[in-house]
T-cell receptor, first 110, second 117 residues
């Protein structure tokens, strides 16, 4: 069974701090996606990484796909209260089903 | 363009009852996927419909079923409700089969929060 483990599970930081969220698996994924979900809403896609070693930057967010395509990380620089939410990584299994990570709940305090 | 809509947003049922949830995808999208989200199990894939056919199914009992209509709208049905079915049910639409390449964008609706008493 393919699993995606995220760490940390919870994170509470002050505005302006940096943070990194990890998404790990023992399985290889052809691509990984990162989503953010806010209360009362569905997840919203942030980025898709498809190449081992790939790094993508979206403003203050930096996403990296591991060389072996088994792990990914999300780094946020100078976090803001608007970054608060549940961050989910997701990949497609060998049977073409989306598998979502265990989630990281981030709270940024003003 | 309008996003994915789900109705109802909230639902309270009792054990043994059945429930039907509805999802209207983004115009032009032909794939609708359903997910269950709970605090303990996270977000889990239920099934995906494309062109009125179920293309893939997750590891859920047969009490969970769905269908898709010719206009791509989809419904999900849960029969003989159990307490453990209490969850946020999300649907997502995409242009093509969502997981075929793993790079297509899935657009999620706000979900239906089902509470089983």
């Amino acid at each position: 069974t393919q699993l995606l483990e995220q760490s940390p599970q919870f994170l509470s930081i002050q505005e302006g701090e940096n943070l990194t969220v990890y998404c790990n698996s023992s399985s290889v994924f052809s691509s990984l996606q990162w989503y953010r979900q806010e209360p009362g809403e569905g997840p919203v896609l942030l980025v898709t990484v498809v190449t081992g070693g790939e790094v993508k930057k979206l403003k203050r967010l930096t996403f990296q796909f591991g060389d072996a395509r088994k792990d990914s990380s999300l780094h946020i620089t100078a976090a803001q209260p608007g970054d608060t939410g549940l961050y989910l990584c997701a990949g497609v299994s060998g049977t073409y089903k989306y598998i979502f990570g265990t989630g990281t709940r981030l709270k940024v305090l003003a | 363009k309008a996003g994915v809509t789900q109705t109802p947003r909230y639902l309270i049922k009792t054990r043994g009852q059945q429930v039907t949830l509805s999802c209207s995808p983004i115009s032009g999208h032909r794939s609708v996927s359903w997910y269950q989200q709970t605090p303990g199990q996270g977000l889990q894939f239920l099934f995906e419909y494309f062109s009125e056919t179920q293309r893939n199914k997750g590891n859920f009992p047969g009490r969970f079923s769905g269908r898709q209509f010719s206009n791509s709208r989809s419904e999900m049905n849960v029969s003989t409700l159990e307490l453990g079915d209490s969850a946020l049910y999300l649907c997502a639409s995409s242009l093509g089969l969502a997981a075929l390449r793993g790079t297509d964008t899935q657009y999620f609706g706000p979900g239906t929060r089902l509470t089983v008493l």
